[in-house]
């Protein structure tokens, strides 16, 4: 990667030009062509350093998911890796330093959908699956710059109640497998849904401003682009400490994604979430220390969880194939 690379990547992770020639509009930006511009986003994908062109959705508002996770033998990782893998709906899959070591989240389109997926989960692999539903999202925006000093990542803007509209699931979850990399990408997904290009720009403008899509714009693979020193902490403290203490690090930078989830008595009964994303684990760990300092952690035990291996990454599952 060059310095240009590094520029396409840190400035249009969010903010996507919703325009007929988006690629254009970057390349302005850039002092490049067109052409050049959808040269290096194809090589940044074919090399892995860059997953889509596309959205993510915000959980909850057109479909269902959650994060679960399995305790898997070591010696049976990878066959039950591959088991959970083959699974349509997970979309991530991670195995981290627990005893429960296999994470995912799994998507689908609607609540009864993600029941039977994780049921088949725990029948394909004779595992109970750890099941933590979102309550609360203090911030789900993946979307933090490569380079220079880390800052605090956006607030979360929650989402306004919004119906959606005929083909919305449809460009959802278009915009989940992401754009084709063409000159005019808006106009090729519009033929392909049966739309003008028209009511395509005013649909994914409104769900952006509802806030269903959460992002738009280049979703990266940070593992691929060094930041493979990654932890999932999770923190034991009191429920009506958990508002402060998820507004406080949510806003600490080096805290890349902040939520609340319902825990599991017995199993898991760490209900807040922070990710961090490092590329050393010095780095990680001194992010960590500053959280641990924060006073509305007070008290809080942390239980860290390094990711050691990505299994699968892809856009959520919204809607099924018509």
């Not at 088991?83 to 989240?105: I, T």
Request: hydrophobic share 50%.
């Amino acid at each position: 990667m060059d310095a240009l690379d590094l520029r396409l990547l840190d400035e249009f992770q969010r903010d996507f030009p919703l325009t007929g020639r988006p690629f254009a509009r970057v390349a302005t930006a850039l002092s490049l062509s067109e052409p050049k511009v959808l040269a290096r986003l194809q090589h940044l994908t074919e090399t892995g350093a860059l997953a889509r062109v596309g959205a993510t959705v915000r959980p909850h508002t057109a479909g269902a998911s959650t994060l679960a996770a399995l305790a898997v033998p070591e010696a049976q990782l990878e066959e039950v890796a591959t088991l959970v893998g083959a699974e349509r709906g997970v979309n991530h899959s991670y195995q981290r330093e627990d005893l429960w070591n296999l994470w995912f989240v799994a998507t689908a389109p609607d609540a009864p959908a993600l029941a039977a997926s994780l049921s088949r989960i725990g029948q394909a692999t004779g595992l109970k699956v750890l099941n933590l539903p979102l309550v609360r999202a203090f911030n789900i925006d993946l979307g933090f710059r490569l380079t220079g000093a880390r800052a605090a990542m956006p607030a979360d803007r929650g989402a306004a109640t919004t119906h959606l509209q005929g083909a919305d699931r449809a460009i959802l979850q278009a915009l989940s497998d992401g754009l084709p990399l063409l000159p005019r990408p808006y106009a090729a997904l519009a033929a392909r849904l049966g739309l003008t290009e028209g009511h395509l720009h005013q649909r994914i403008a409104a769900l952006i401003a509802g806030g269903v899509i959460t992002r738009l714009g280049l979703i990266v693979r940070h593992r691929a682009l060094g930041y493979a020193a990654n932890a999932m902490v999770a923190w034991a403290l009191p429920e009506g400490q958990i508002p402060d203490a998820g507004r406080a690090l949510a806003t600490l930078p080096g805290v890349t994604l902040c939520y609340e989830r319902r825990p599991v008595p017995g199993l898991w009964e760490h209900p807040l979430f922070c990710m961090i994303h490092a590329r050393t684990r010095p780095e990680a760990l001194a992010v960590l220390d500053r959280a641990a300092r924060l006073p509305e952690l007070a008290g809080a035990a942390p239980r860290i969880l390094f990711s050691t291996r990505c299994f699968k990454q892809r856009g959520a599952l919204i809607a099924e194939a018509a």
